[in-house]
């Protein structure tokens, strides 16, 4: 059984910094896929950062040079460094994982849908004012 569990969301000025962390449990494939998604009221789930079991890092348009994804793969920990906040970046956080044949697809598709990934965690959310 997999289980994601979020945490690092809070309130923080524009400008300001945040770090999610996203602790995983229940898979044992080697092969997988972590992402981080958004989703603010009345929009759809955004991807925002994803990093493959090869260390294959990508990032929604939106975020980069401002977001950091990593992993510690020892502690099973998913990380999202967020710098230079905005308003706009405010929404629920949520960590989502791919494992198995499927994770390569799922890391290396051009697009990044929530349908991508099939366990997710429950969020955090994130407001900056």
């Known amino acids: 059984h997999v289980q994601l569990v979020e945490s690092g969301g809070g309130s923080v000025q524009a400008g300001g910094s945040l770090r999610l962390s996203c602790a995983l449990s229940g898979t044992a494939y080697r092969q997988y896929c972590m992402a981080w998604f958004r989703q603010s009221p009345g929009k759809e789930r955004e991807g925002v950062a994803r990093i493959g079991d090869d260390g294959t890092i990508s990032y929604a348009d939106s975020v980069k040079g401002r977001f950091t994804i990593s992993q510690d793969t020892v502690k099973r920990i998913l990380y999202l460094q967020m710098d230079n906040l905005k308003p706009e970046d405010s929404a629920m956080y949520y960590c989502?994982?791919?494992?198995?044949?499927?994770?390569?697809?799922?890391?290396?598709?051009?697009?990044?849908?929530?349908?991508?990934?099939?366990?997710w965690g429950q969020g955090t959310q994130v407001t900056v004012s």
């Open positions: 989502a994982e791919e494992a198995g044949p499927t994770a390569f697809w799922s890391c290396s598709n051009t697009l990044m849908p929530q349908t991508d990934f099939d366990h």
